[in-house]
T-cell receptor, first 109, second 109 residues
Framework: DVKVTQSSRYLVKRTGEKVFLECVQD?????MFWYRQDPGLGLRLIYF???????EKGDIPEGYSVSREKKERFSLILESASTNQTSMYLC????????FGSGTRLTVV | GQQLNQSPQSMFIQEGEDVSMNCTSS?????WLWYKQDPGEGPVLLIA?????ELTSNGRLTAQFGITRKDSFLNISASIPSDVGIYFC?????????FGDGTTLTVKP
């Protein structure tokens, strides 16, 4: 069965910290995505990647960066975490439909 | 960017009732996808629609691809408590998907 694994279910970080959210897929998919989910705002695309070392900005990239050094791994980086980045973060990979990870609930204090 | 409008935003129903929700767009889509997100988990694909007018079922779920290609409908018959969650529509375009804001379903036993 296809799997997308996010390294942490819950994270608490301090304002100003550098935060890494890791995502690994085992399906050999080329396309990977990072979304942020907030109540009443649905799923908003932060960044996506079509291939290794390739990245594209989504709808809300400000304050975030990404890294895709290997096909199976797509990392989301918060260079200096802020309280307005407290949210649920969802990683997905895609061939035809999306397969999502279980999400990382990040709290920035 | 593209916007998908889902309605209703939330529903509170009694177990056994039927549920209807819809998704509309100002733009045409060639594919419509419906996802369900269980509490604390990532969204999971329920149904994919590929052709205008198509009606597809998956157990108690039935989804339709609108004739105009600008809307889609999801129906759940005889709801049960495990139907609780957030239902998202999505329309793939240019390699990435636009998601609706979701319909939150609560089922009272």
């Amino acid at each position: 069965d296809v799997k997308v694994t996010q390294s942490s279910r819950y994270l608490v970080k301090r304002t100003g910290e550098k935060v890494f959210l890791e995502c690994v897929q085992d399906m050999d998919h080329e396309n990977m995505f990072w979304y942020r989910q907030d109540p009443g705002l649905g799923l908003r695309l932060i960044y996506f990647s079509y291939d290794v070392k390739m990245k594209e900005k989504g709808d809300i990239p400000e304050g975030y960066s990404v890294s895709r050094e290997k096909k199976e791994r797509f990392s989301l980086i918060l260079e200096s975490a802020s309280t307005n980045q407290t949210s649920m973060y969802l990683c997905a990979s895609r061939r035809y439909g999306y397969t999502f990870g279980s999400g990382t609930r990040l709290t920035v204090v | 960017g593209q916007q998908l409008n889902q309605s209703p935003q939330s529903m509170f129903i009694q177990e056994g009732e039927d549920v209807s929700m819809n998704c509309t767009s100002s733009s045409i889509f060639n594919t419509w996808l419906w996802y369900k997100q269980d509490p604390g988990e990532g969204p999971v694909l329920l149904i994919a629609l590929y052709k205008a007018g198509e009606l597809t079922s998956n157990g108690r779920l039935t989804a339709q691809f609108g004739i105009t290609r600008k809307d889609s409908f999801l129906n759940i018959s005889a709801s049960i408590p495990s139907d609780v969650g957030i239902y998202f529509c999505a329309g793939p375009r240019a390699g990435k998907s636009t998601f609706g804001d979701g319909t939150t379903l609560t089922v009272k036993p």
